[in-house]
Nanobody, 119 residues
Framework: QVQLVESGGGLVQAGGSLMLSCTAS????????MGWYRQAPGKQREWVAR???????NYADSLKGRFTIFRDNAKNTVYLHTNSLRPEDTAVYYC?????????????WGQGTQVTVSS
């Protein structure tokens, strides 16, 4: 089992930035990909970004250039730096991880952290 704990969400004005973090514990040696999904009110959960053990990163096309994912393996932590936030970025952001290099089907989820962007 792997436990994921997110932090860093909050309320920010449009154009601002937030740094989300997610720390993994438990059977972390089995984990390859880590990353983020988000779910806005009334919408389906969507994939945001992922990074694998090799350091390879991928982003949702709509977020490229504004969000940056990086990982500190020594701290078992993945970060999501969000820039130039827009009201439409308001969502619950979920950390996820998988035993495979991709994050299409996560094996574990965090509890989520709320990001609210005011206009």
């Amino acid at each position: 089992q792997v436990q994921l704990v997110e932090s860093g969400g909050g309320l920010v004005q449009a154009g601002g930035s937030l740094m989300l973090s997610c720390t993994a514990s438990g059977s972390i040696a089995s984990i390859d990909a880590m990353g983020w999904y988000r779910q806005a009110p009334g919408k389906q959960r969507e994939w945001v970004a992922r990074i694998n053990n090799a350091g390879s990163t991928n982003y949702a096309d709509s977020l490229k250039g504004r969000f940056t994912i990086f990982r500190d393996n020594a701290k078992n932590t993945v970060y999501l730096h969000t820039n130039s936030l827009r009201p439409e970025d308001t969502a619950v952001y979920y950390c996820a991880c998988a035993r495979l290099p991709s994050l299409h089907s996560p094996d574990y989820w965090g509890q989520g952290t709320q990001v609210t962007v005011s206009s």
